[in-house]
């Protein structure tokens, strides 16, 4: 624990420099705190994208596939996720097997990602704003409090999805009880 207060206190000292620098003509404590907003979602987002790359080059050049046989990196293809840090970009691996043509993106299955869609955490927010308010508002206030721009139909799709999830829940229970 103490390793990582002294890092976290030496990356805090170093982006308050930073953007002491970018607000010194400024003694706005909005534009302070925008500042910090902006370049704490742009950190998150790039720390996502090299944690993902890094957990991606532990697969190596080989890895064993269903049929018993070795599939081979093909690629590296991008793919992209929409998180509460807004869109990450990163790059993985595309294997395939000689044998039997199976293709994998092995990164993307273990951590449940599918490129183009959303980050669970992004999703359960979508639906808690989707139910809270009208989605066009609900909109409205994530690219306020995020810094993320969505869309309703994206907010609607993930609150309609929590409710089925929840109804299917309770639907459990119902059952339970009987």
């Excluded at 790359?53 to 599939?71: F, L, W």
């Excluded at 993307?108 to 009208?134: F, N, R, T, Y």
């Excluded at 089925?164 to 639907?171: C, D, F, K, N, P």
Aim: glycine share 6%; charged share 30%.
């Amino acid at each position: 624990m103490d390793f990582n207060i002294k890092v976290q206190e030496s990356i805090s000292t170093a982006i308050a420099e930073e953007i002491s620098e970018l607000v010194k003509v400024s003694t706005d404590l909005v534009d302070l705190e925008n500042h910090i907003r902006k370049t704490m979602k742009e950190i998150g987002r790039q720390v996502y994208e090299k944690v993902l790359e890094k957990e991606d080059q532990a697969y190596g050049k080989g890895i064993p596939c269903s049929c018993g046989r070795q599939s081979q990196r093909i690629s590296r293809r991008a793919g992209k996720l929409l998180s509460v840090f807004g869109w990450v970009t990163y790059r993985r691996s595309y294997y395939g097997c000689p044998h039997c043509s199976k293709k994998t993106i092995p990164l993307d299955q273990a951590w449940h990602i599918q490129p183009g869609e959303i980050s669970p955490v992004m999703s359960k927010l979508l639906a808690i704003a989707g139910v809270d308010v009208a989605f066009d508002r609900a909109r409205r206030n994530l690219r306020e409090f995020l810094l993320v721009e969505v869309s309703d139909n994206t907010i609607r799709k993930h609150t309609q999805q929590m409710g089925e999830r929840q109804a299917e829940i309770e639907s459990a229970w119902i059952c339970v009880k009987r």
